[in-house]
């Protein structure tokens, strides 16, 4: 008789506590604002308010976070706070200027991101396969970051359609750039590159490039015609003088 009335009361317990978990609020189910509090604390920046980086929903969640390095005295949050996979309705994310050695595979799980930042980390070095999860961004700015290479996941991000790569080390652009089917906008100026993939000439999309100040000299026949489609000046912005790469 007990184990009948005992596995009652337990169902009965839950089902209420589920009720009451779904007609809470998303702002007490989710404290987005303790998160970014604590982010800011664990980081040295116990004098910022949570308003001057974070852009709340009418609901209390968190859809915008700049984490930007401001000022010019220090170096900036060094390893990727953890805290930010609890903001699961981030929209977008800006870590400009900081001093991350690493990305962790879990940026993957922040399915909502439209928007993401990593300019200016120099010591970055590489991006992980799951970025390639990432399948509502439409921006991401990766500039001077220290990469020279990118995982083929990124071709995964169909719905991206603006992508700076400047200044970082590419000899040739990644195949899975051309694969962007939505891109509008490519900034590639200022690496190193020598060889683009034929496929560019597909990306039907693609209205704007910039690939000045890169080592462009020789390029495939269809692609010159292409690029200077774009740039009708691009060769005289290229390191074609013997210009050791």
Known sequence: MCRKSCALSTLLLLTATAL??????????????AVVRAILDKNGLKDMKVED???????????????????????????????????????????????????????????????????????????????GNLKNLRKLDIRFCGLTALPQEVGNLKNLDFLQMWGNGFVDLPYCVTELSSLKELYL??????????DIIKMDNLKYIDVQRNYLCNVLPEVETWLLSRDRRYKDHQYCDNVKR
Request: a neutral charge; glycine letters at 8%.
């Open 20 to 33: 009451i978990a779904f007609a809470l609020p998303a702002a007490a189910q989710h404290d987005d604002r």
């Open 53 to 131: 980086v974070a852009e709340f929903s009418r609901d209390g969640r968190v859809i915008v976070l700049n984490l930007n390095k401001r000022g010019i005295s220090g170096v900036g949050i060094g390893v990727f706070p953890p805290e930010i996979f609890k903001l699961t309705a981030l929209r977008g994310l800006f870590l400009k200027g900081n001093a991350l050695r690493e990305l962790p595979a879990e940026i993957g799980s922040l399915s909502e991101l439209i928007e993401l930042n990593l300019a200016d980390n120099n010591d970055l070095g590489k991006l992980p396969p799951e970025i």
């Open 189 to 198: 100026n200022n690496n190193k590159l020598a060889n683009i993939p034929y």
